[in-house]
């Protein structure tokens, strides 16, 4: 039988599709990695997997102990699959803006899950950094998954997402393009594609009000503001992000991110999240500005089903001021 022992071995090994009607009008190959089709949803069942993996053996993680988290939900999907097949309980924490799918899927794998104020500073004791690290202390056998400054968290990405990534592009890759939140996605990836390449480019994308932008073209941190899209962009530096293997920083508004979602799905059935679109929408800027045969690689971090009250919902759309006039949720009324 080619069975799979349990549904932590399916991690990884992720397709990569080719992009025909987004990438119509530039002469450069775009790729999209299709990391929403890992068993937990998203690219953090990658780094969530090596995390615990990496605290069992140093014996910070004990059995029957139980993992504690900061997350906007992806890590915590991925934590929580882990937690499911090797008996650890989860409790997560999360910002109120979140999506609320990705707070149903967190209860759906029987985590507590605790929501937080988004609009304070992250030393702030309500701060969803802050509670998390105080639940960690609190609870008996707790382990602060910590994926902001554990390094577990890019090496993840350096030892599974990087080497796959070469190996499915046979080394034939100009720029890799990977919407930055925790940086355990672009530092563990970039780090892994520069020793084999280093003329490889590794591009950050980061929201309007994010702080990356400014820090890689200043060195200062200039004051974050909030913004819609999610799982990307921070409001402070964490220790997993490593600029030194980025060579450039394209920033990208929300309204970029939700449009260029939808035509994701729509136009190439890649079935994604804001965070996705955001990358695209950079990539489309790049190869526009580059003018060039070349083959970039697109992260494609999520699944649209954890933003179908948002992104595909047209009232929450207009409401924002991101979709003037269309409207898909005819009513049978609206049918006579
Ligand atoms: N997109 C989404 C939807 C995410 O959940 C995350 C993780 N927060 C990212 C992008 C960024 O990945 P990383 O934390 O590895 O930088």
Not at 233 to 238: C, K, Q
Request: some cysteine; hydrophobic content about 40%; proline content about 5%.
């Amino acid at each position: 039988m080619k069975a799979a022992e349990n549904i932590l071995e399916v991690i990884g090994n992720t397709p990569l599709v080719k992009s025909h009607r987004i990438a119509a009008d530039v002469k450069a190959n775009i790729y999209y990695k299709l990391e929403y089709l890992n068993p937990g949803g998203s690219v953090k069942d990658r780094p969530a997997m090596q995390i615990v993996l990496d605290a069992e053996a140093s014996g910070d993680l004990r059995p029957g102990g139980t993992i504690v988290e900061a997350t906007s939900g992806n890590t915590g999907i991925g934590l929580a699959l882990a937690g499911a097949i090797k008996g650890y309980q989860c409790i997560f924490v999360m910002p109120d803006k979140m999506a609320a799918e990705k707070i149903e899927a967190l209860r759906a794998f029987g985590a507590r899950v605790v929501v937080c104020p988004t609009a304070v500073e992250p030393e702030d004791p309500r701060s969803y950094y802050s509670v998390a690290r105080r639940l960690a202390e609190e609870s008996p056998g707790g382990y602060l998954a910590n994926q902001y400054h554990n390094p577990s968290n890019p090496r993840g990405h350096y030892l599974s997402t990087g080497p796959e990534l070469w190996e499915q592009t046979e080394g034939k890759i100009d720029a890799l393009i990977v919407a930055a939140g925790t940086g355990g996605t672009i530092t563990g990836m970039g780090r892994y594609l520069k020793e084999q390449n280093p003329d490889v480019q590794i591009i950050a994308v980061d929201p309007v009000g994010s702080l990356y932008y400014d820090y890689f073209k200043t060195g200062k941190m200039t004051e974050a503001n909030t913004y819609l899209v999610e799982g990307f962009g921070e409001d402070f530096l964490p220790s997993t992000m490593d600029f030194s293997v980025v060579d450039e920083v394209i920033r990208v508004d929300d309204a970029e991110c939700f449009t260029m979602t939808r035509r994701l799905v729509r136009e190439e059935g890649i079935f994604t999240g804001g965070s996705a679109g955001g990358a695209v929408a950079a990539a489309v800027k790049y190869a526009e500005r580059m003018d060039r045969e070349m083959n970039i690689v697109v992260m494609i971090p999520d699944s649209a089903s954890r933003y179908l009250s948002k992104i595909f919902n047209d009232d929450w759309m207009r409401e924002n001021g991101f979709l003037q006039e269309e409207n898909n949720a005819d009513t049978v009324a609206d049918l006579l």
